[in-house]
């Protein structure tokens, strides 16, 4: 073979080379789903812990996308999602009946807390009525720091102040602030203000300040966490069996197991209760 033949056939050998390391890279990009959901789950640390769990079982990607609720469920409508993971049931009762989802799935739950500082300005430390702390803070005007960011912690927020005959609105002791749960308890921090948090995030935040939990225990207190599969009859470019895929794994006991196995502290942050019926 000649000199020149031998570096034609070296250059081709490369080119096959170069083409194939690039294609191989985009296959494995492939194997990846976009998951729309709560800020909690990402705040308090629970993906870091279960996503690398599944993709070494399952070699699929989530990439996930947290916001509020409410926007996590607009850009799951909008179709930008192939699995939507949130906690407020209501909501995602509805996204279901509208079509946009496939059928809900109970996953985990957990409960909100009220915090608060030290010093307790309201007086409601140690209470377990929420309705009842709440008409104190609102008489009191004491700071309270809302999401204000239709997320599923804001929605329950507005509807415990509905509940306790109270409607606040930004001003001076109420202050609404378009914010995920992490920025809003730091918000809290700085103002020693009280505010409604998961328990998940609550536990995982360090920059606490004064804030301690005020209020806890009350049933309508309870946080359940539901998970969908965005509808491909209406979006044909979900990702079925990947997404399909995630959900079973959430629910299944390899799933449930790692959920209830992530802790701080020794406490758990999340509950698993995939098989608990209406849920």
Known sequence: MSLLSRRSLLTALAIVATVAATKAPAYAEDRFITVASTTSTEDSGLFKHILPLFKAK????????????????????????????????????????????????????????????????????????????????????????????????????????????????SGDWYKALGQGMGPTLNAAAAMNAYTLADRGTWLSFKNRGELEVAVEGDKRLFNQYGVILANPAKFPHVKTAEGQAFIDWLR?????????????????????????PGA
């Open 252 to 276: 299944s006991p390899e799933g449930q197991g790692a959920i209830a196995s992530y802790t701080i502290g020794g406490e758990p942050l999340f509950f698993p209760n995939a098989g608990e």
């Open 58 to 169: 399952s070699g699929i990607e989530v990439r996930v996308v947290a916001k509020g609720t409410g926007q996590a469920i607009d850009q799951a409508k909008r179709g930008d999602a192939d699995v939507l993971f949130v906690h407020h049931k209501p909501s995602e009762d509805a996204f279901v009946a509208e079509g946009f989802g496939v059928q809900r799935f109970p996953v985990m739950y957990n409960d909100f807390v009220l915090v608060g500082p030290k010093s307790d300005p309201a007086g409601v430390k140690g209470g377990k009525d929420i309705t009842a702390a709440l008409k104190k803070i609102a008489e009191t005007k004491a700071p309270f720091a809302s999401r204000g960011d239709d997320s599923g912690t804001n929605k329950t927020e507005l509807g415990l102040w509905k509940t306790a005959a109270v409607e606040p609105k």
